[in-house]
């Protein structure tokens, strides 16, 4: 079955960084779109970044120039690496992949900025 298991998630000062990381098994990884949403308290779950299969990547508004999505095809991995990270990045992060009608989520891990 597919399994997606996130790690690196934390409590970390303002201005410090991340990075999250996603281990996808049982599935086809690099034909798959990669996402990362998150959720905080009382908040809807908004994307915060997506790349496509070959590599396109978009960000959130509110993250871009702070983080960064990437993958590693040969590990079935990916990733998010978060800097410069702000209080209001607080929440719960989910990985998420997807192609046309399948779309897989991880159990979440929770990020707290604060000092």
């Known amino acids: 079955q597919v399994q997606l298991v996130e790690s690196g998630g934390g409590l970390v000062q303002p201005g410090g960084s991340l990075r999250l990381s996603c281990a996808i098994s049982?599935?086809?990884?690099?034909?798959?779109?990669v996402d990362w949403y998150r959720q905080a308290p009382g908040k809807q779950r908004e994307m915060v970044a997506t790349?496509?299969?070959?590599?396109?990547?978009n960000y959130a508004d509110s993250v871009k120039g702070r983080f960064t999505i990437f993958r590693d095809n040969d590990k079935a991995t990916m990733f998010l690496q978060m800097n410069s990270l702000k209080p209001e990045d607080t929440a719960v992060y989910y990985c998420?992949?997807?192609?046309?009608?399948?779309?897989?989520w991880g159990q979440g891990t929770q990020v707290t900025v604060s000092s």
């Open positions: 049982g599935l086809k990884f690099e034909i798959y779109a």
């Open positions: 790349m496509g299969s070959g590599g396109t990547s």
């Open positions: 998420n992949v997807a192609r046309g009608s399948f779309a897989y």
